[in-house]
């Protein structure tokens, strides 16, 4: 074992040890603070932690450039100030030089020495849903919202008011999440697949990206890959704070994923954003994939659809569990099995009273007859 693989397996357990650290999402509405000072908590909170348990072992360990000290602590410190003051300037009614600040500091911060996006293989399932609205719906209407209906476009964590976005999650059941658990049956899905390689900003669990550097990351680069982590973990902090109030016109828990929105829109090399969704309870979930995706539109029309999302993705026709029933509804009811084959290792808890073997839920159905499904290019 090197000893980079030994630092690896020293710093995953102080940051096992320590989970309440990297808890999310962290809760706002239980603080009656300034919502900056109750990020700044956050922000400062982690640096300490990683000044005292992690820093010295790094400093020890890691031979960087000219003997340095404190690289990645440095770092850390930079992006913490870079994320308050940018939530300084806009509160200020300066939003412009809050995004300008953002930006410059993302490129200075990262870019040059720290590669932060990922790819998604060409390939991979997304689901896309929305709600019936007494009409049947095609494929362009579960694709982004047209350019001729920009001002339907409202702001949320990871929209910009009048901009378009492609939302789409890793399954059926975080869509149902997002919507707010709404009738099922009421759901249009498609299914989207994506043509090619595609490069993302990816905001994981803690949980999960341990768990992924574990199974797909080479043990030679899982310390690499675990620093980058822990360096724009401010950033991951800052991205996932739970809205204090639903009710209010301004939100201060998306100015930074909105300002990370935006900085994705300029940066042609970066196609979207991956990111936990504050409405579920991933306790509950085993091996089920449920993050939420969102590719801003890259062209600019009158109406339509952008073209770039357009040769990024294709579709199947969009459907719903009551549409499939008035169309194929036997006396016995056949047995859905995802993708062809069992999947026990896929569970999921609702109710509080026992785990499910996702196949057998409607988000297995629905999944299962959308994966026999046609794709097509729009």
Not at 98 to 117: C, H, P, R, S, V
Not at 176 to 202: A, D, M, T, V, Y
Not at 258 to 280: A, C, H, R, W
Request: charged share 30%; hydrophobic share 35%.
């Amino acid at each position: 074992m090197t000893n980079y693989e030994k630092t690896f397996k020293e710093i995953k357990k102080l940051v096992e040890d320590n989970a309440n650290i990297f808890n999310l999402p962290n809760n706002y509405k239980n603080s009656n603070g300034y919502f900056p000072g109750f990020l700044k908590e956050l922000l400062d909170n982690y640096e300490k932690f990683f000044k005292d348990k992690l820093n010295a072992i790094i400093n020890e360990k890691i031979p960087f450039l000219d003997n340095q000290k404190d690289v990645i602590l440095n770092k850390i410190k930079k992006l913490n100030k870079i994320i308050l003051d940018t939530l300084d300037f806009y509160y200020a009614g300066k939003p412009f030089k809050a995004n300008q600040i953002f930006t410059q500091g993302l490129e200075e911060a990262f870019l040059k020495d720290i590669q932060y996006e990922t790819e998604i293989p060409k390939g991979k399932n997304f689901y896309r849903a929305r709600p019936d609205n007494g009409k049947f719906f095609e494929s362009k209407d579960l694709f982004h919202i047209d350019f001729k209906l920009r001002t339907l476009v409202s702001t949320n964590r990871y929209s910009i008011p009048g901009f378009p976005s492609l939302y789409l999650g890793d399954s059926s059941y975080v869509c149902w999440e997002e919507f707010g658990k709404p009738k099922f049956r009421n759901l249009w899905f498609s299914r989207l697949q994506n043509k090619e390689n595609i490069k993302i900003i990816e905001i994981l669990l803690v949980d999960d990206f341990l768990q992924k550097i574990e199974q797909e990351i080479d043990k030679g680069f899982k310390f690499t890959y675990i620093l980058r982590y822990l360096v724009y973990f401010p950033l991951t902090l800052a991205s996932t704070i739970k809205v204090k109030n639903s009710e209010d016109n301004f939100k201060p828990e998306y100015i930074i994923p909105q300002m990370l929105l935006e900085y994705v829109i300029g940066n042609p090399e970066i196609d979207g954003i991956k990111f936990p969704s504050t409405k579920v309870n991933y306790s509950s979930l085993t091996k089920i994939d449920s993050y939420n995706y969102v590719f801003p539109v890259k062209t600019n029309k009158k109406e339509g659809l952008c073209d770039r999302l357009k040769s990024l993705f294709e579709l199947t026709h969009p459907t719903s569990l009551e549409m499939e029933e008035l169309l194929n509804n036997p006396a016995h009811a056949p047995t859905y099995l995802y993708g062809g084959q069992l999947e026990p290792e896929k569970k999921i808890e609702i109710t509080g009273e026992k785990e499910l073997y996702y196949y057998n839920t409607s988000f297995g159905k629905i999944e299962y007859i959308l994966g026999n499904k046609k794709l097509k290019v729009l």
